[in-house]
């Protein structure tokens, strides 16, 4: 069967990977029909700062690149959402280090590490998940998930720990007595977390893994909270799923009109919005058959879904949990 997300979205055709090398002096644009990087040919873009020029919309590989950086371009153009894992090619535990160390040198706000990520490997968790999760069988056949928690508890607790909370440490610094996390700390801690589980991902992908990202991961906030022991200032915002590919898995396009703005803002004129729909339309055929199907499609699948309406119900859930104001668990 051919993977298919969860909204019965199945990806669209594969792009030719850009290898950066093979394209020589520059891989921006090296396969604009297949790609739709970029609707400058390879021959006549200079570089990355030309094929900005030439298209302002294109997402340019920079043209020099080392071997290593070469490998790590190839890595990411040639990445795709893993949903079929092979059975009998278990996840080693080099594999599981290397993913789960990748994901500690990502960048964080002051070091601060504002996340935790739950290593998730008994089966019955696995099944719970999948039904938690909007239910996605496809999850329940991982060998292995990874949890991204956005954490503010442990800066809590080692405030306690270390007596930041104490009456003499306030009276003799002069700052506030305790306070919960708020949304400043939200903003950059989710940043924190979501930077985490990406580099987990591409650390999968180089040591011979495939992964997914459930989104899913944010509803049923309740269930969750008590399934993995979330106390307050806590959020589960991104979950991978991750295992040995069953198969070889084309690269998906992904659109790229209307996506890059010189120094400022752009609103999308009509003509720009056209261009977006008709490249969504072309690499969802044969799904998409008339002008607009596939952002008709997100409309009735994705903005107007019972899951979404659940995810917002959750983050809301979420949200009080993570300031203290109405914790899920105890
Ligand atoms: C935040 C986020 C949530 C996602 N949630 C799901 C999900 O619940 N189920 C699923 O099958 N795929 C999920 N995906 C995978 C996307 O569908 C996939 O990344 C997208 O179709 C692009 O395909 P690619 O990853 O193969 O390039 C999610 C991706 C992201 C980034």
């Keep these: 069967m051919e993977a298919v997300e969860k909204s019965g979205q199945t990806a669209g055709p594969a792009a030719v990977p850009v290898d950066v090398a093979a394209a020589g002096a520059c891989g921006a644009g090296a396969d604009a029909a297949t790609a739709n990087v970029c609707g400058a040919a390879a021959s006549t873009c200079a570089g990355a700062a030309a094929a900005a020029d030439a298209c302002p919309d294109a997402v340019a590989a920079p043209c020099e690149a080392t071997a290593a950086g070469r490998a790590a ?58 039904v938690l999760c909007d239910n996605q069988p496809f999850i329940a056949t991982a060998p292995w998930a990874l949890i991204f928690v956005v954490d503010y508890a442990k800066w809590i607790d080692l405030f306690e720990h270390v007596g930041c909370f104490d009456p003499a440490f306030v009276q003799e610094t002069g700052r506030a007595p ?13 940043q924190d977390t979501v930077i985490a589980a990406q580099s987990a991902v591409i650390a999968a992908e180089a040591v ?22 979330l106390p307050p200032y806590t959020l589960p915002l991104s979950m991978l799923v991750l295992g040995v590919p069953a198969k070889a898995r084309p690269a998906t396009l992904h ?26 339309d072309a690499m969802f055929r044969p799904h998409a058959r008339t002008a607009g199907e596939r952002v008709c499609d997100i409309y009735a699948r994705k903005h107007t879904s019972p899951f979404m309406a659940e995810m917002g119900r959750s983050m809301s859930c979420w949200l009080k949990n993570w300031t203290g104001e109405a914790p899920l668990q105890g």
């Design 178 to 190: 305790r306070r919960t996390p708020g949304l400043g700390e939200l903003g950059i801690a989710l």
């Design 73 to 130: 371009l190839d890595l990411i153009e040639q990445r795709s959402s893993t949903r079929q894992f092979a059975r009998n090619t278990p996840v080693t535990d080099e594999q599981r280090a290397a993913v789960l160390h990748a994901a500690s040198r990502a960048p964080s706000a002051g070091a601060m590490m504002m996340y935790s990520i739950i290593d998730i490997q008994a089966q019955e968790t696995l099944d719970r998940l999948a």
């Design 208 to 229: 011979g893994l495939g992964s997914c990202y459930i989104g899913d991961i944010v509803e049923n906030a309740e269930e969750v909270a008590q399934l993995l022991d």
């Design 255 to 280: 659109p790229v009109e209307n996506l890059v703005m010189p120094e400022r803002y752009r609103r999308a004129d009509a003509a720009t919005l056209d261009r977006q729909v008709a490249e969504m």
